[in-house]
């Protein structure tokens, strides 16, 4: 399958810095990504979707200044949290799709990264 | 909205035995997919099966959309089986159920 790249794998930041994350399709020109963020043993929870070029969508109860989701290319979306708190620290995930708007079946998962915030 | 119920929660076995891990969903559905995310967190997707039946090795997938569940099969269970498995379905919006977490022994 299709082939997506999440980096970094693992940060640890401190309370009050901002940290990117990057999710790249090294294979395909992904026209959608998603966003997700999962606490420990629970399941997935969908923060954003952003098409390229667009602004993103936000879930409800989603804080929009706090994750910032840019969507510059078919291959590139970033996620940026802002001003981290410990309450901030989670696994997120990303993914790519090659057909817009769709998750199935055509939606590829990067590897995730852990962030800690101390 | 929707409402995704996964069972079991946890299930322990033993190499080589088979398994059935169950979704249920409160309402149809447009898709459904079953995943599984391994213990260093990756996500794999395993079936897209909106309805019927499919198979790919040792694992195959039944959904019957009228009856709103869908069942994963697991058989010959392996050590690399472990992990989460998860559902999702999407109808307006994307819902994840929370997952049976497997663990096989050797």
């Known amino acids: 399958g299709a082939v997506v790249s999440q980096h970094p794998s693992r940060v640890i930041c401190k309370s009050g810095t901002s940290v990117k994350i990057e999710c790249r399709s090294l294979?395909?020109?992904?026209?959608?990504m998603f966003w997700y963020r999962q606490f420990p043993k629970q399941s997935l929870m969908l923060m954003a979707t952003?098409?390229?070029?667009?602004?993103?969508?936000?879930e409800q109860g989603v804080e929009k200044d706090k994750f910032l989701i840019n969507h510059a290319s078919l291959t590139l979306s970033t996620l940026t949290v802002t001003s981290a708190h410990p309450e901030d620290s989670s696994f997120y995930i990303c993914?790519?799709?090659?057909?817009?708007?769709?998750?199935?079946?055509?939606?590829?998962f990067g590897q995730g990264t852990r962030l800690t915030v101390v | 909205g929707i409402q995704v119920e996964q069972s079991p929660p946890d299930l322990i076995l033993q190499e080589g035995a088979n398994s059935t891990l169950r979704c249920n969903f409160s309402?149809?559905?447009?898709?459904l997919q079953w995943f599984h995310q391994n213990p260093w967190g990756q996500l794999i997707n395993l079936f897209y099966?909106?309805?019927g039946t499919k198979q790919n090795g040792r694992l195959s997938a039944t959904t019957v959309a009228t009856e709103r569940y869908s069942l994963l099969y697991i058989s010959s269970s392996q050590t690399t089986d472990s992990g989460v498995y998860f559902c999702?379905?999407?109808?307006?919006?994307?819902?994840f159920g929370k997952g049976t977490r497997l663990h096989i022994l050797p």
């Open positions: 294979d395909f020109q992904a026209t959608t």
């Open positions: 993914s790519a799709s090659l057909t817009q708007g769709a998750l199935f079946p055509e939606a590829f």
């Open positions: 952003s098409n390229e070029g667009s602004k993103a969508t936000y």
């Open positions: 999702a379905v999407e109808d307006d919006k994307i819902i």
């Open positions: 099966i909106p309805s």
């Open positions: 309402d149809s559905v447009n898709n």
